[in-house]
């Protein structure tokens, strides 16, 4: 193994064992590790694909200067540092609606308009304010798919049915004290955009249908981070689904260029906070073409220390 401490780190180096001992250590023990396969096949097909993704971005370099996003990162970096130090909310790493919250906004990500409410008349002034219809959503520890435990009630015509639905919430959910109230949007896309960090990979950028559709169709395709323009603008435009942005049956297209944005911003957020791990906006409201993008729903986990790059095994 003389030739995994003796190799340059320049040098792209790939291993094959086709044996059913575990691999030496010493790869796993490389700096950076040396990825491992079982079979030839597997190793030249994920060594095509990253001179695939190497050629394509040099392409672009030559051809198109990089389109920036920049972010905030002090007050980013004080969010998720607050919340790391406090252990989080819960063993998960799920940021509470608060912090979430607070690092969109740091972030330069749209979101609809909402509030916490700790009563029901609080719930009240503020859907009076913003007017109705609105969306009710119960906050409790330990909640994240709201959908699916029935704590979510949507266009909220008036305070009478306001009163109705808050207090259905705060009986029927389980560890329900405050709610969240949201302009009710309507008519508009639905899409998803996720991350993901792999311990292979490093973070990977999810785009495709939001709302019940990820789950009927399943549509999802991801970019590895970091997303330039480009980067961004191919994942929505080559989605199976893309053309429900487009302009059809008199309707104007959706705001694409905003869609595009808000990746880009995602990517940036990644690339000041590596501790998120796990992130899920969806649905995104993709309105008509000048309009803009809003997230309608965001879930984010942290953790303290992100995990080196190992090695991929195909077995």
Not at 16 to 42: C, D, G, H, K
Not at 233 to 261: C, K, M, Q, S, W
Not at 302 to 310: A, K, R
Request: with cysteine.
């Amino acid at each position: 193994m003389d030739v995994v401490r003796q190799t340059p780190s320049a040098h792209t180096l790939l291993t094959v064992f086709m044996q059913q001992e575990p691999v030496p250590t010493v790869l796993s023990n490389a700096s950076p590790p040396i990825p491992t396969w079982r079979y030839p096949e597997a190793a030249a097909a994920a060594l095509a694909a990253a001179v695939e993704v190497a050629e394509r971005r040099t392409r672009r370099a030559a051809e198109l200067p990089p389109q920036e996003v920049s972010l905030g990162a002090a007050a980013l970096r004080q969010i998720v540092d607050q919340a790391l130090a406090a252990r989080l909310p819960n063993e998960t790493g799920w940021l509470d609606q608060g912090a979430v919250a607070a690092l969109l906004e740091a972030a330069g990500v749209p979101c609809v308009e909402q509030a916490v409410a700790g009563s029901l008349a609080e719930a009240q002034d503020f859907a009076a304010r913003i007017g109705f219809p609105v969306v009710v959503k119960a906050i409790a520890p330990g909640l994240v798919h709201r959908s699916e435990a029935g704590a979510v009630i949507v266009d909220v015509r008036d305070a009478e049915a306001l009163q109705a639905a808050g207090t259905r919430l705060l009986e029927t959910v389980p560890g329900c004290e405050t709610l969240l109230i949201q302009k009710f949007v309507a008519g508009a896309r639905e899409c998803l955009v996720g991350v993901s960090r792999e311990p292979s990979f490093g973070h990977l950028i999810a785009f495709g249908l939001g709302g019940i559709a990820v789950e009927t169709l399943g549509q999802v395709q991801f970019r590895l981070h970091q997303l330039e323009g480009q980067d961004a603008e191919e994942l929505v435009r080559e989605h199976p689904a893309a053309r429900l942005l487009g302009a059809y049956r008199g309707r104007p297209a959706g705001d694409n260029d905003a869609l595009i944005t808000l990746l880009q911003r995602v990517s940036a957020l990644l690339t000041i906070c590596p501790e998120i791990v796990e992130a899920d906006f969806n649905p995104v409201k993709v309105l008509d073409t000048g309009h803009g993008v809003c997230v309608v729903d965001a879930r984010v986990r942290v953790e303290s220390s992100p995990p080196s790059i190992t090695p991929v095994r195909r077995r």
